[in-house]
């Protein structure tokens, strides 16, 4: 693990978390204030050319969550979001961007603990990784 | 007030969830295959049903021996019963009198996560309110079953019933008539109860479409693990115990016999009705027969303020609490270039495609019905040309965070 600082944003579902108790008085998570979040009404609302923006301006990694598959507040929009980044629906990612930097994670609002192991696992595998040829 | 205690089933019904995760995982938890459970289950009343169907016969004298032929155990030494009846017949019965409770406990776990979890306000009122339709009807299929089996408390349900309809103001003796086809109760009454349970099934159908019109892609089949599950629980429950007709006395006269002791506990029907003598007690099925436990327990009067009452309680609960509603989705018209990507990926059919004058560039225009739209934005997340925006959260805004988090952060 390297200590050098990330800059991690995620577009985050406000029903997913409770997002209330998890930031600082900004954007950034209380647990891992490398992580900086956008909140959205729904995953599905989160459109792939967010996340390449996010990356080419900088960021070192993005992620989206939504809730728990089978769980979406409005139906469909965790599936929606999945499939996108996953290139099975249209908007999808463009081909070029590096889809290890790009995280999903599917929560309920009682899965704080799980999402920040599941967040800490996705920023140690981007330094487990050789550097990327950009 | 109310705003809290849905905030409190919301968290409560969550973590029970998120247990059942964890044994589980998302795809697999049968929790969220609420609203399916139902739809699979009413497939095995429909095939059972239809198997019974073939040997029922709906006349006075014959209904309950025609019940009784299709499900008799064996008996030996008993002239009716001995080697009669269908192989397997008892289990067809069970599975169709298992799923029928298993339907309608699933419609009221389906009911109280979609109301517990707030899913059934506002623009979901059409779903909700066809559901209150669904409830009613499985109600109502579940007890004219009830009757065509025409045991002792069978007939208990038609008098009663008699009395709760004669107790409405003006059309009360027309309708109590209407019930059993006439003065009296005939051949004509089974007929018309067995055209009840078939219709009010069909009806069901319909109105499940219509309980989907505004659902785009309604979660409908279970997943595997689920279906699987349910199908064990309905043969264990009509193998182990299966429909039959053990009247009192052919348990007495039977006791030592083990097959017949072994249904002991679950004496399925009564002895045939015989009209005119009514029963003083009858076996509550709590699941269908609880407007009949209020019958006897508050009156008809009661009674029937208590289920109008509910009814109309369920009817206005997606109208309260009102929200602000101001966020609903906007088409900027000069962008869209009529691809249809919202339409598709709308969750509850808000956005229709409408055709463009002629001459236009695009042939056609997305438009939003604001009345549907949750205003979740998943039609801006699918918009290639970012021509439909929440008016209270666009697009540009979002982005300008985005960059402004960046720069925080580097
Ligand atoms: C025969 C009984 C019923 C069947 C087969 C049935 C089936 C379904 C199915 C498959 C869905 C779609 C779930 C999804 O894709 O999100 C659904 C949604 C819904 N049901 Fe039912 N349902 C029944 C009864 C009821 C009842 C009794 C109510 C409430 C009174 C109800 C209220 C709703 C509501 C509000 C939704 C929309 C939920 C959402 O938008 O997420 N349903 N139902
Ligand atoms: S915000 Fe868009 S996708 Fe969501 S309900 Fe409204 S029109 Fe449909
Ligand atoms: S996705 Fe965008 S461009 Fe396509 S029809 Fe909808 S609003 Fe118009």
Excluded at chain 1, 33 to 47: A, E, F, H, Q
Excluded at chain 1, 104 to 123: G, H, I
Excluded at chain 2, 5 to 34: A, C, D, G, I
Excluded at chain 2, 213 to 234: E, H
Aim: glycine letters at 8%.
């Amino acid at each position: 693990m390297s200590d050098a600082k990330k800059t991690i944003i995620g577009f985050v579902c406000e029903r997913s978390l409770p997002l209330e108790y998890m930031l600082d008085g900004g954007k950034a998570l209380l647990d891992d204030p490398d992580t900086k979040v956008v909140i959205v009404p729904c995953s599905g609302m989160v459109k792939p050319t967010f996340l390449e923006t996010a990356l080419a301006k900088g960021a070192d990694a993005t992620f989206v969550c939504g809730c728990a598959i089978g769980d979406c507040h409005y139906r469909t929009g965790n599936l929606m979001i999945r499939e996108r980044l996953e290139g099975k629906r249209s908007p999808k990612l463009r081909k070029t961007t590096d889809r290890r930097k790009v995280g999903m994670f599917f929560v309920t609002m009682k899965d704080r603990t799980a999402f920040l192991a599941a967040l800490a696992e996705f920023k140690a595998g981007l330094d487990a990784r050789p550097a990327q040829e950009e | 007030m109310y705003r809290k205690f849905l905030r409190l089933t919301k968290s409560l019904t969550v973590s029970f969830e998120k247990v059942v995760n964890f044994l589980t995982t998302q795809e697999h938890n049968p929790l969220y295959f609420h609203g399916a459970l139902p739809l699979y289950i009413f497939w095995f009343l429909i095939f059972s049903g239809i198997l019974l169907w073939m040997y029922y016969i709906p006349t006075l004298d014959r209904a309950w021996s025609s019940v009784n032929y299709i499900s008799a155990l064996p008996v030996p030494g008993d002239p009716v019963n001995e080697a009669a009846g269908i192989p397997y017949g008892a289990v067809v019965r069970g599975i169709h009198r298992w799923g029928a409770a298993g339907m309608m406990i699933t419609t009221i776990l389906h009911m109280l996560r979609v109301y517990f979890t707030d899913r059934h306000r506002s623009w979901r009122w059409l779903p909700w309110v066809t559901g209150v339709a669904l409830l009613a009807f499985v109600l109502f299929v579940g007890l004219t079953g009830y009757l065509l089996v025409w045991d002792a408390r069978a007939y208990y349900i038609v008098v009663a019933t008699q009395r709760l309809l004669e107790a409405v103001p003006v059309a009360g003796a027309a309708l109590s008539r209407f019930l059993v086809g006439g003065d009296g109760i005939t051949d004509y009454t089974l007929t018309r109860f067995l055209f009840f349970h078939v219709g009010g099934a069909v009806l069901i159908f319909l109105l499940v479409w219509m309980h989907f019109i505004r659902l785009k892609q309604p979660v409908a089949t279970p997943s595997r693990a689920t279906n699987f599950m349910v199908l064990g629980f309905i043969l264990v429950a009509a193998g182990t115990l299966p429909a039959i007709n053990i009247t009192r006395e052919l348990l007495q006269k039977y006791a030592a016999d083990p097959r017949i002791a072994a249904q002991a506990l679950y004496v399925a029907s009564d002895a045939p009705a015989q009209i005119g003598t009514l029963v003083d007690t009858i076996r509550y099925d709590a699941w269908y027969m609880f407007p009949y436990w209020l019958v006897q327990n508050v009156g008809v009067t009661w009674t029937w303020l208590i289920l109008g009452g509910a009814t109309l309680l369920l009817c206005v609960a997606p109208f309260y609490p009102k929200d602000r509603r101001a966020n609903i989705a906007e088409v900027i018209e000069a962008k869209c270039t009529g691809c249809t990507f919202c339409s598709q990926d709308c969750p509850f059919e808000a956005i229709t495609m409408v055709d463009r004058a002629p001459g236009s560039k695009f042939k056609q225009i997305a438009v939003v019905q604001a009345a549907r739209c949750s205003e979740c934005g998943i039609c801006v997340g699918a918009c290639p040309f970012q021509a439909i925006e929440l008016p209270e959260l666009h697009s540009k805004t979002l982005e300008a965070d985005l960059l402004d988090l960046v720069k925080k952060g580097a």
